[in-house]
């Protein structure tokens, strides 16, 4: 069975700053997707970024970027130019590659971020 | 990217009864996958609905406590049955990113929030 842990229960940060929220996880597979979501207080399941586990090159969108270490099973998540508009929970998530299908998603427990004036 | 619509958005049930949420997708999606999120914690599957077949539970789910409908490619329901104060959570419902296309992405409705008085 996958897991997916989130060290960092709450994180805060200012405005315009860099921070970076820390997961890991844990499998046996080889061919896997991993995803950061984002859950404002409105409650919605946004996707921020997601990282084929096939590819070595880093994801990125705009001021989200990861850092993917297949070998350490280690997946971080770094905002630059934090925005208030950033606040919210952070969830870190694992889905094996299924030919042609989707997959459940396993998620980690979510770090509160908060972005200060 | 899918467009899902949830309902109700939120209610207020009376323990004993039961509540029907609905899940209507703008695009035919294979695989639709309900989670549930208990307050202050992570999201955890309640099952997956594939079309035309038996929704497959997760250990610790079933189907007399949560049946599940998938009558069409574009629609689910999950009825939260007998309800007692430990169902109140926010229930969401997850698609793929279609039908025949490897279901990289997850999409999530708005989510349901249940209290159960």
């Not at chain 1, 994180?11 to 950061?36: G, H, I, K, P, R």
């Not at chain 2, 004993?16 to 999120?37: A, H, K, N, P």
Request: proline share 4%; aromatic share 10%; net charge neutral.
């Amino acid at each position: 069975a996958q897991t997916v842990t989130q060290s960092q229960p709450e994180m805060s940060v200012q405005e315009a700053e860099t921070v970076t929220l820390s997961c890991t996880y844990d499998t046996s597979e080889n061919n896997y997707y991993l995803f950061w979501y984002k859950q404002p207080p409105s409650r919605q399941m946004i996707l921020v970024i997601r990282q084929e586990a096939y590819k070595q090159q880093n994801a990125t969108e705009n001021r989200f970027s990861v850092n993917f270490q297949k070998a350490a099973k280690s997946f971080s998540l770094k905002i630059s130019d934090s925005q208030l508009g950033d606040t919210a929970m952070y969830f870190c998530a694992f889905m094996k590659h299924v030919q042609g299908g989707s997959e459940k998603l396993v998620f980690g427990k979510g770090t509160k971020l908060t972005v200060n004036p | 990217s899918a467009v899902i619509s949830q309902k109700p958005s939120r209610d207020i049930c009376q323990r004993g009864t039961s509540l029907t949420i609905q899940c209507q997708v703008d695009s035919q999606v294979t695989m639709m996958f309900w989670y549930r999120q208990q307050p202050g914690q992570s999201l955890t599957l309640i099952a997956t609905a594939n079309q035309g077949s038996e929704a497959t539970y997760e250990s610790g789910f079933v189907i007399d406590k949560f049946p599940i409908s998938r009558p069409n490619l574009t629609f689910s329901t999950l009825t939260v049955s007998n309800m007692s104060p430990e169902d109140s959570s926010i229930y969401l419902c997850s698609v793929g990113a279609g039908q025949g296309i490897a279901g990289e992405k997850l999409f999530f409705g708005s989510g349901t929030q249940l209290s159960v008085l």
